[in-house]
């Protein structure tokens, strides 16, 4: 058995960003911190205020390019090097935690995520997906940094956008339904017991707490059902791909968010956990399991996550789209941990069932 538990350390809480500098000043001298734009406008301020308070010289900061591809993880990692940085601090969503987790691994050099909002399980995995320059999917990356530390201030993720936290939770509510089917075949040790036991408390707590946490953004507050999403998409998300490993590992729902991606009007409009939770229905009426595909689709609704294509942009979908669909879901490894083959015109068949079922509901 070989498995990276998690990081070192984990703190939620507000203010969080003032125990950065501690962190960092035990790990490296000259930390550079890696960031979108939007996300260096709502940490940036803390980040730098933390430092001074510190009496520790404030690090510099660069933008990681908008997409988690190659050409940008190599601007990083010249960045990185030109600027003699020994400590990379990834400042973001998934994309540039992605990007920045492979450059450290490049590098070598100690890594630190401060999540700007909780959209997936990137501030704790040491894997990064890799796209094109256009966002479409390429593949898993697995040479990629395990961050020391991870640093979330709710106040932070309560100011930006819902839509992300709505996307992050569709994207961890994917962790109990890939995990259930990926281990059906699987022998049943207690590592993966754990991992299916944060599976389900991923599950339980999305379901029970989502829509207070909603509200709670909404009203750009703090409150404890905030928290405990922020944990569940985060920490228990997190917790289940590194304590599950290869055997607990993505599935339909993923592959057929991987085969969304070669569509631009979906990729254009549509957040990964957007696409991942579509994603989830599909793969439950593939799964035969259309009754708790209706349940499910009846709890997005509380959720306002997307129940069908057109919710998730395409409104006219056409046999050229499913056919990038498809073909691009079955190309990736993510389909082959479901328990059985799945060819193409089971497939087609479970998209066009889900989307009639997400219009119904």
């Not at 940490?43 to 990681?64: G, R, T």
């Not at 993880?73 to 003699?84: C, D, F, M, N, P």
């Not at 991923?202 to 509200?215: L, N």
Request: proline residues 4%; contains cysteine.
């Amino acid at each position: 058995m070989y498995r990276q538990p998690g990081p070192a350390l984990y703190v939620r809480e507000p203010g969080a960003l003032a125990k950065l500098p501690q962190v960092c000043s035990k790990l490296a001298k000259n930390p550079l911190v890696v960031g979108g734009e939007k996300a260096l406008q709502a940490a940036s301020e803390k980040i730098n205020n933390s430092f001074m308070s510190a009496q520790q010289s404030v690090p510099d900061s660069i933008l990681y390019g908008g997409e988690c591809c190659e050409s940008n993880i190599q601007r990083v990692v010249q960045a990185a090097q030109s600027t003699e940085a020994d400590m990379l601090i990834a400042v973001g969503g998934g994309k540039v935690l992605d990007t920045v987790k492979i450059a450290a691994f490049r590098l070598n050099i100690p890594l630190v995520t401060v999540p700007t909002i909780a959209s997936n399980c990137a501030p704790w995995t040491p894997l990064s997906i890799l796209y094109d320059n256009n966002g479409k999917f390429l593949e898993m990356c697995f040479e990629a940094a395990m961050p020391e530390a991870i640093f979330v201030d709710p106040e932070i993720v309560a100011e930006a956008p819902v839509r992300y936290l709505i996307a992050g939770m569709g994207d961890t509510l994917s962790k109990w339904y890939e995990t259930e089917i990926s281990t059906q075949n699987k022998f049943g040790s207690a590592v993966i017991g754990l991992a299916k036991a944060s599976a389900h408390l991923c599950y339980q707590t999305i379901i029970e707490t989502g829509q207070q946490a909603i509200e709670a953004v909404n009203q750009q507050l703090v409150k404890p059902e905030l928290e405990e999403v922020i944990d569940a998409i985060i920490l228990l998300s997190g917790t289940v791909s590194c304590m599950g490993g290869d055997d607990c590992r993505t599935a339909a729902a993923h592959a057929i968010y991987s085969g969304l991606t070669g569509v631009h009007d979906i990729h254009e409009k549509s957040l990964h956990g957007e696409m991942v939770a579509f994603g989830i229905l599909v793969q439950l009426v593939l799964d035969n399991k259309e009754q708790e595909a209706i349940k499910l689709a009846k709890h997005y609704r509380n959720l306002f996550l997307p129940c069908n294509l057109a919710e998730l942009g395409l409104l006219n979908c056409t046999e050229g789209d499913l056919t990038t669909i498809i073909e691009g879901t079955l190309a990736t490894d993510d389909i082959k941990n479901m328990p059985y083959e799945v060819t193409a015109v089971m497939l087609k068949e479970a998209i066009i069932s889900a989307d009639l079922l997400g219009q119904k509901i």
